[in-house]
């Protein structure tokens, strides 16, 4: 029946609102009527294979059993052994990280690979400045991280030691970003007896990774750091940097989900923050911009993301608008705020979203703006992982995740 509804229908462009419509955008703004079929005519043309039939086009739309039956099983899972990094059900045959020990400029560095021009040092196991160990322990324990290591272990074979000691790292996090995955894991044994005192160790999301190091390293303490999935996100959103920054290439189809839970422990809520890289003009209704959030939803259940983040399954979204911030639970707005509103969206602010059990707690640049109360039926779960959710309507063009695991203020 609805392949009837559709071919009878004829030009599907006659039916498309003007862009300047108040009514473009946003599918909660939307009429219900020839919205909702545009939605289900870029449905079946997803989902229909794109070579036409034999002897002639294939009308847009159109699909059959056979064609889905075909899509069906090209979406099969991968098995829970995969070591691709990201959702098994989603990942593509990314490359495989080798954990052969072999030379490498972001890790293990030999005599030969110290900075020239400074010959007093490069070869001498001294420090410069005659300080203490201990002191250069503390100065390495405020600044070291793992993407400078590089500049720090070729000063001189002193520093290249005093990087690879305990007592460099100990009772840090240290935070593996997605750019060094691939070169760190060669030298994963000797940096996982370097930071075997650490607090804990943070990595991007790689089941092949996780497991060498709960062989390698079974009592050190690690965190599985989310990125933007690259294989779960609408066609008008692209990723970048190594899942780090999402960035708007359309004006539909802009939502997009994290690959990883957010972090949550005893005593500490949720913590969602991104940063504003970029505005401009707005898109849709002018009237909503920028909304995330969390979803409680396994991404690996997720068959269709929707057209904005509040469409997303068990999902609780804020919304910025010209004249405050909305709650949606499930795509049913659930609370409002009236001391926030898209206004505060700067370009390089920073935005923040606190769960806590009984309120959802928004920061701009660390600093509480608005707290929207939530009723008893609408409160998050206990016990259940969050994954971010985010859609990029309105003046946000780009936006970068942070590694804020709470609310912070640089002017505090």
């Not at 983040?309 to 608008?321: H, L, Q």
Request: net charge negative; charged share 25%; proline share 8%.
């Amino acid at each position: 029946m609805l392949t009837a509804a559709v071919q009878g229908d004829g030009d599907h462009g006659d039916r498309r609102l003007p862009r300047d419509s108040p009514f473009v955008g946003a599918l909660r703004h939307a009429p219900q009527g020839e919205i909702l079929q545009s939605q289900l005519d870029r449905l079946l043309r997803r989902r229909a294979p794109e070579a036409p039939p034999p002897g002639g086009s294939r009308s847009r739309g159109v699909f059959s059993e056979e064609h889905v039956d075909l899509s069906r099983e090209s979406s099969k899972k991968l098995p829970s052994s995969s070591p691709y990094v990201g959702f098994q059900r989603h990942a593509p045959p990314s490359p495989l990280l080798s954990f052969v020990d072999s030379r490498l400029s972001c890790g293990i560095l030999e005599p030969g690979d110290v900075l020239e021009g400074l010959p007093e040092l490069d070869l001498e196991d001294t420090l410069p400045g005659e300080l203490p160990e201990e002191v250069w322990h503390e100065v390495m324990r405020l600044v070291l991280d793992i993407p400078d290591l590089a500049n720090f272990a070729r000063v001189s074979m002193g520093f290249q030691k005093m990087v690879h000691s305990e007592d460099a790292w100990r009772g840090r996090v240290v935070r593996v970003p997605p750019s060094c995955l691939e070169h760190f894991a060669p030298h994963l044994e000797p940096w996982l007896c370097a930071w075997s005192c650490a607090k804990k160790l943070v990595l991007p999301r790689s089941a092949q990774l996780l497991s060498q190091v709960a062989q390698r390293a079974p009592d050190l303490p690690v965190e599985v750091s989310w990125r933007f999935d690259h294989h779960l996100k609408g066609d008008g959103v692209q990723v970048l940097k190594h899942g780090c920054t999402v960035r708007r290439v359309a004006e539909e189809e802009l939502v997009v989900l994290g690959d990883a839970a957010l972090p949550s422990e005893q005593g500490r809520c949720p913590y969602l923050e991104v940063h504003i890289d970029e505005c401009g003009e707005g898109i849709g209704d002018q009237i909503n911009d920028f909304g995330f959030g969390v979803t409680a939803c396994d991404p690996e259940e997720i068959s269709e993301l929707g057209s904005v983040a509040d469409e997303v399954p068990r999902s609780w979204v804020v919304d910025f608008t010209q004249s405050m911030v909305c709650l949606s639970v499930n795509n049913r707005e659930a609370s409002q705020g009236k001391r926030l509103s898209a206004a505060a969206l700067k370009e390089g602010c920073r935005v923040g979203l606190l769960v806590k059990p009984t309120t959802f707690e928004i920061y701009i640049d660390g600093t509480l703006r608005d707290t929207l109360p939530v009723r008893v039926e609408d409160r998050v779960p206990s016990n259940t992982g969050l994954y971010p959710v985010l859609d990029l309507y309105g003046r946000t063009i780009e936006i970068s995740k942070t590694e804020a695991e709470e609310p912070f203020s640089r002017l505090a």
